[in-house]
């Protein structure tokens, strides 16, 4: 059988195919058209896309910020036509570098010189709907229109392709290997170097990934459900409810929360649920989860409370006073952070849920709390209410 690079090379040459079974449509845009030729080694102090990795696990391996640690408006010199850019999603970020979705565009900002500007500014006509992606050398700007591929280090662009991310939510993108999926009406595989598009039967809103197979959730009036497909677009498996946020996937498990609070452990391969479990207090997570060896974490989403369970049978393992958390939690190797949306960000021992450390909105001066980045000593953070973006470091 040949490889998935493969099968997208061959067909990349047509300007639109039509064909039966799990492929709709195929089309590569010719215009400005420069192939990705850089190795695709991992950067080094890297989160390369929403959750940190294709399984959406939330796990870094920084330490979180010093207990007295200041907080810096990372987009206080980031100015188009005089006027402050805000921040139309969370960041990723490698080699001390957040490349940063604003409004109409994309910017790169040095953490440690972010009152210095922009290291670059491109505007894309399309716009930027969720978290970028990085891989081999290159940013990659999901929009309502197009995958914009763009070179990391200067801004150029390399190519755009038909993969649609319609649905305004952080995990629509990943990459795996030599290929880059999408999430969409139907999700869609691209190749990484050259933007030949697959586009798949099927919905997706949200994506993850293992090396074995793609997992979506969808919830709106034609379809609501979680569903996995191999690596080719075959779907597997599936099963009803109202997911919102994006799965979490790690060692053949996929933990998934509905907008009711359960949470459910469920087989990638089978589509057989382990467990699921009504969580008190947790309600519509539209963030997704994070989970780290035997543990999952499941923020309160829109309700008061965040939990940690056994990964393997579900029990609970403690639960704190979080209050409503909008964004995934991320998982050190000895802490799990929560952004309280209205009250701050804090860091649980990841073994008893005692509090360590808060670092709250009134004393540094932030919005609402959307979401949280780990960087090296320190935390990125999107203001929900000022779509501002502040360094916590």
Not at 302 to 320: K, P
């Amino acid at each position: 059988m040949p490889s998935r690079r493969a099968l997208l090379s061959a067909i990349g040459t047509a300007a639109s195919v039509g064909t039966a079974g799990c492929v709709g449509r195929i089309r590569r845009e010719l215009v400005g058209y420069t192939p990705i030729e850089d190795p695709c080694d991992n950067p080094t102090g890297t989160w390369p896309t929403a959750g940190g990795d294709p399984g959406r696990t939330g796990r870094a391996d920084t330490a979180p910020p010093a207990p007295d640690a200041a907080a810096v408006d990372l987009l206080a010199a980031a100015r188009d036509d005089g006027q402050q850019q805000h921040a139309s999603t969370l960041p990723v970020v490698a080699d001390g570098t957040a490349y940063i979705p604003v409004t109409g565009g994309l910017v790169a900002v040095d953490l440690d010189a972010p009152m210095n500007g922009p290291i670059w500014d491109r505007d894309l006509d399309n716009g930027i709907t969720a978290v970028p992606v990085l891989a081999c050398g290159a940013v990659f700007a999901p929009g309502m229109n197009q995958l914009a591929a763009l070179d990391r280090a200067s801004g150029e662009r390399y190519w755009r392709a038909d993969a649609v991310s319609h649905h305004r939510n952080d995990a629509t993108a990943a990459a795996l290997d030599d290929t880059i999926y999408v999430a969409g009406f139907s999700p869609a595989a691209v190749d990484i170097r050259t933007g030949t598009v697959q586009w798949l039967e099927g919905a997706g809103g949200t994506l993850a990934l293992d090396d074995d197979g793609v997992y979506t959730t969808r919830s709106d009036s034609q379809i609501s459900g979680i569903f996995a497909y191999d690596l080719n677009g075959e779907e597997r498996w599936r099963i009803s409810g109202e997911f919102v946020g994006s799965a979490s996937v790690l060692n053949g498990m996929v933990w998934v929360a509905d907008y009711r609070g359960t949470a459910s452990a469920i087989d990638a391969r089978t589509g057989e649920v382990y467990w699921s479990r009504s969580l008190s207090g947790v309600s519509k997570v539209d963030s997704g989860l994070a989970v780290a060896g035997d543990e999952v974490f499941v923020p309160a989403g829109t309700g008061t409370t965040s939990v940690a369970l056994d990964a393997t049978t579900g029990e609970i393992r403690w639960a704190v006073d979080t209050g409503i958390v909008t964004g995934r939690p991320v998982v050190g190797d000895d802490w799990v952070a929560f952004g309280r949306t209205n009250d701050g960000v804090s860091v649980y021992d990841r073994s008893t849920g005692e509090e360590r450390t808060t670092w709250s909105r009134a004393e540094h001066h932030l919005g609402t709390i959307d979401g949280v980045v780990p960087v090296k000593e320190g935390f990125v953070i999107r203001e929900g209410s000022s779509s501002g973006l502040s360094l916590l470091r």
